[in-house]
């Protein structure tokens, strides 16, 4: 890789970690119903380490082969190849209304999503998949600012996620780690939001 591409890419990695430590908004850090910082141990602030033992990392670019051709969205060998294998990935939670019990969305990119009638028409990206938490079914997540860092089993074909109205091209299973970080997370800020009633 030349000098040039690697300094684009220190560039780029580190605009990602800026605009993640900033983009958790004032009144979210004063305990707002809203957008919340996420858990310590998932927020992505720097450069990220190799991933665990038994761990693969993906990135959203290679879920798909591209350039895409005239058979459309495709998947590629290494996404079909960790199908039932654990992976870390790192993205944003779409920002969703109404949020989904017992999931969220990953995306590449800071994006919010509507109601049903607005799911044809907004900018989730084709390559955001969703994250279930096996033991919260029935735990809303609250909204996270910036990136976070995700590990769990992925399963890979279209899937349909109950309450999403979208197909996603592969649903992780958090590992147990992350999703007590987000259930002990959704516990506290619903404990809190029933005190200030």
Request: glycine fraction near 10%.
């Amino acid at each position: 890789m030349s000098s040039l591409a690697l300094s684009l890419a220190r560039v780029l990695a580190l605009g990602a970690a800026l605009f993640a430590a900033s983009a958790v908004p004032a009144h979210a850090a004063a305990g707002h119903p809203g957008v919340v910082k996420p858990p310590a141990s998932l927020a992505v602030t720097k450069p990220l380490g190799a991933a665990p033992a038994g761990v693969t990392d993906l990135k959203f670019r290679e879920l798909f082969k591209l350039p895409v051709g005239p058979q459309g969205l495709e998947p590629t060998e290494k996404l079909a190849g960790l199908d039932g294998k654990r992976v870390r990935i790192v993205g944003y939670m779409v920002q969703q209304e109404p949020p989904i019990a017992g999931g969220f969305m990953l995306s590449p990119l800071p994006v919010a999503a509507g109601d049903a009638d607005d799911s044809y028409a907004d900018d989730i990206p084709a390559s955001a998949i969703f994250v279930t938490l096996p033991k919260g079914a029935d735990t809303i997540v609250p909204p996270l600012a910036g990136l976070i860092q995700l590990t769990g089993t992925l399963h890979v074909g279209a899937r349909d996620m109950a309450g999403a109205g979208r197909v996603a091209p592969a649903v992780l299973e958090l590992d147990r780690a992350p999703e007590r970080s987000l259930l002990r997370q959704a516990k506290t800020i619903a404990t809190s939001s029933a005190k200030a009633r």
